[in-house]
């Protein structure tokens, strides 16, 4: 028996059209004619996309329970419409053995909702110094390295670093941060800082390890993707490196398509690593996402305790929640005024990601069947108390979104089904 998701708007090969998707034990099947016994649901004109891929989420377990676990983190990211996340690794302990990640992966199995892949750490203990992992043990259970949340500041390190990852296949994805040109700064170094008070990060802090990390890649070979790029500079660079024909990705953020420095306030919901910028790197970052430069958005989804984020700009932690209002964001202040087309968006936020992290599911035959289903019509404003997450800090409170996942498909199983019938069974 297979399920035959009917009269839907489908996602593939790069366009819409209208159809139905059957999947059978599993995997999308060509064939998506009913047949007696199976399951019919009928979708009513809602679209259906790829699942959506998020590289990079903390989900904070094991260690930091009290702040996200598998279990909610999953299930946020299944009523967000994601149905892969990876998993960075500032966890405790950090993933930098197979001991150590086995803590996770135990977690894993018992409770996530939909598919984590794990990153495995670049250093032992994930401090950004001292002693590499054994990458050769590590590199087939994890989807690539990282030691997200710091730089790696020794370029000797970080070379030695690459050719262990080239050698066993596996991407290094780069946190870039120098610290010694951070200088207990926490927001951009721009006007609002001045203006304000406070200590700024210098966009340098950023650029600069990005800079010499592209030559190490091309020294080395490794695939290397950039993390959370705030920056027009690093923007260039990584345009550059692309032209030369190296193996250089790098992902941004919602949060930097859509906001400048221009909109802080004095709330911990506005704070984050790296930093919101300037008008300029915003309009940088959109340019690169329209030329190919940013291949991949990611949330870089960071809950905290409410506490930890009710401390103002210079006291709270950083880092804020992204995994349920991602998509609706997007598609309402990017998609409907033009500045990006759908097609691109799902490229960005599910093909992409798949193509370069070599990861399964779609919308294809013989895909695992990994797919949303979308109600591009519905608007609401974004309420943080109905969350899935433990986290509720967001910039984003109360802004009027537009499109929801009303459905989310993982292994064909359905990891989430909208509450709301009257939104899940509309006509849209």
């Known amino acids: 028996m297979k399920t035959v998701y009917a009269n839907a708007r489908i996602f593939r ?82 993933p930098d053995s197979l001991e150590h990640l086995a ?4 977690i894993i199995r018992r409770d996530a909702l939909v598919r984590v892949k794990p990153y495995g750490s670049i250093t032992v203990g994930q401090r950004g110094c001292g002693e590499i992992v054994d990458f050769a043990a590590l590199a087939p259970e994890v989807v690539g390295f990282s030691d997200d949340g710091r730089g790696v500041q020794s370029a000797e390190l970080m070379e ?65 993707h950039v993390c959370h790029v705030s920056t027009k500079e690093s923007v260039e660079l990584v345009r550059r490196a692309r032209a030369r024909g190296l193996r250089v990705s790098c992902e941004t953020a919602p949060h930097y398509l859509l906001l400048t420095d221009e909109e802080l306030r004095e709330e911990g919901r506005f704070k984050m690593n790296p930093p919101l910028r300037s008008r300029e790197d915003r309009e940088a970052l959109i340019e690169g996402i329209l030329d190919g430069t940013i291949e991949v958005i990611a949330t870089d989804h960071a809950p905290h305790a409410a506490g930890e984020k009710l401390r103002g700009l210079a006291r709270s932690a950083m880092g804020i929640v992204g995994l349920e209002c991602a998509f609706p964001l997007l598609y309402r202040y ?67 979104v537009r499109g929801r996942a009303v459905r989310t498909v993982v292994g064909g199983r359905e990891a989430y089904v909208c509450e709301d019938t009257t939104i899940a069974n509309s006509n849209r």
Not at 201 to 206: A, L, V
Not at 365 to 379: I, N
């Open 13 to 94: 090969g790069g366009r819409f059209a209208e159809g139905a998707l059957a999947v059978d034990e599993g995997r999308i099947v060509a064939d998506a004619t009913p047949c007696a016994g199976d399951r019919v649901v009928d979708l009513r004109g809602l679209t259906v996309i790829p699942g959506l891929v998020d590289v990079h989420v903390h989900l904070r377990e094991p260690g930091f329970a009290y702040k996200e676990t598998i279990a909610t983190g999953t299930a946020a990211a299944a009523r967000g419409g994601y149905t892969t996340v990876c998993s960075m690794p500032n966890l405790d302990p950090a």
């Open 103 to 106: 803590r996770q992966t135990e």
């Open 160 to 224: 030695e670093a690459m050719r262990r990852a080239a050698a066993v296949g596996r991407p290094i994805v780069a946190h870039c941060e120098v610290d010694e040109l951070l200088r207990g700064g926490y927001i951009h170094d721009g006007a609002y800082c001045r203006e304000h008070g406070h200590r700024g990060i210098c966009s340098e802090s950023e650029w600069r390890q990005v800079e010499r990390d592209i030559e190490l890649a091309a020294a080395t070979g490794c695939q290397y």
């Open 334 to 400: 990017l998609v409907l005024p033009g500045t990006l087309s759908l097609e691109w968006l799902v490229e960005l936020m599910a093909v992409n990601p798949r193509r370069i992290f070599g990861l399964e599911g779609g919308t294809e035959p013989g895909d695992e069947a990994d797919f949303t289903v979308l109600d591009l019509a519905a608007e609401y404003r974004l309420d943080p108390a109905t969350f899935r997450s433990k986290g509720r800090a967001t910039p984003f409170a109360a802004w009027p």
